[in-house]
């Protein structure tokens, strides 16, 4: 089958649609087979296979998924793409296109309603504008999906994969700690997409843990302990978790639990673990 996803066929189908780029959608077409090789790599797919895949655009990639996968659920926010996908796409009997917006959709209901044998996996070329979101909607809620292989802009992929003491180090790299195991497929520059996105990219595949690597009685009160820590980056953890008058907890009981976990009473949530979080949010239930 010819590829969509050159510069030459990208730019045919643009035209002969009449198509205008949503910079508000973000949209950043990809046009490099290697790319789209080393994403295919990643996701290994077999025909057992169900994959959710998050802006279709012109279906450059769906086209490959469509190939490998048992089903591919291609959810496209952008109407004026549903009748290019439906010309694009018009040679698989494989594929669901859903004319939504992915924040709205409800994932596990869509993995219970295909009933595949094999795993599903979250395949996509993101739109960076909500790629936090995205992702930790899907972990949050435990969405059951085996793998999410994405590309993403260069700096939050090195966010996802950052530890304590690196400027990256923050929520997000403690939520994508905790739910799976991270590793960079590719560095991704701007000519790969039309048009070039004025940051580079990444491809970064996140496997999700059948087990977290640490356990914790309230996973939600560990969440809102390191979102209140990294909300005010600056502060130490004894003012930045008793300033979030939601939770209830004072000063003295952060000292103690800090005491407790022979860390000291000056140190920022920047410094911690993801081990030393849990351990200190099992020190804060009452
Ligand atoms: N997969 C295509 C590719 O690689 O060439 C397009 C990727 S482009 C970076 C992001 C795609 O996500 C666009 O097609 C855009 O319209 C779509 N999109 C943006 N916001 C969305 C949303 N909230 N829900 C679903 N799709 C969205």
């Known amino acids: 089958m010819d590829r969509l996803a050159n510069a030459g066929n990208t730019i045919d189908i643009i035209k002969s649609h009449n198509f205008t780029f949503q910079k508000r959608y973000g949209q950043n077409f990809l046009t490099d087979t290697h790319v789209i090789d080393k ?43 549903i009748p290019i996908l439906n010309e694009t796409l018009k040679d698989f009997d494989n594929i669901s296109i859903i004319n ?10 869509l993995i219970k309603e295909q009933c595949m044998k094999g795993s599903t996996k979250v395949v996509a070329n993101l739109p960076y504008y909500i790629t936090t979101p995205i992702v930790m909607g899907l972990l949050e809620n435990h969405v059951p999906v085996d793998s999410i292989i994405i590309m993403v802009q260069k ?38 997409f039309i048009p070039r996105p004025k940051v580079g990219s990444s491809v970064i595949c996140l496997d999700i843990y059948d087990d977290p690597p640490v356990k914790v009685k309230d996973e939600e009160l560990m969440f809102r302990i390191i979102r209140a820590a990294f909300n005010q980056r600056r502060k130490t ?35 911690l673990t993801l081990d030393q979080f849990a351990r200190l949010s099992e020190r804060l239930i009452f």
């Not at 012109?58 to 591919?72: D, N, P």
């Not at 939504?100 to 209901?109: A, N, R």
């Open 155 to 192: 700096e939050v992929a090195d966010r996802m994969q950052s530890g304590p003491g690196s400027k990256d180090y923050g929520a997000l790299s403690l939520a994508v700690g905790y739910y799976c195991r991270p590793h960079i497929v590719a560095n991704v520059p701007p000519n790969c």
């Open 100 to 109: 939504e917006d992915v924040l709205k959709v409800d994932i596990g209901k």
């Open 237 to 271: 953890l004894v003012n930045s978790i008793s300033n979030d008058v939601s939770m209830g907890i004072s000063k003295q009981d952060v000292a103690k639990a800090l005491e407790d976990l022979k860390l000291p009473e000056t140190i920022r949530g920047e410094a």
């Open 39 to 81: 994403i295919m790599d990643a996701a290994s797919l077999t025909k057992d296979d169900h994959v959710i895949e998050i802006g279709p655009g012109i279906g450059s990639l769906t086209q490959y998924l469509c190939e490998k996968a048992g089903h591919v659920s291609a959810i496209e926010i952008d109407r004026e793409l």
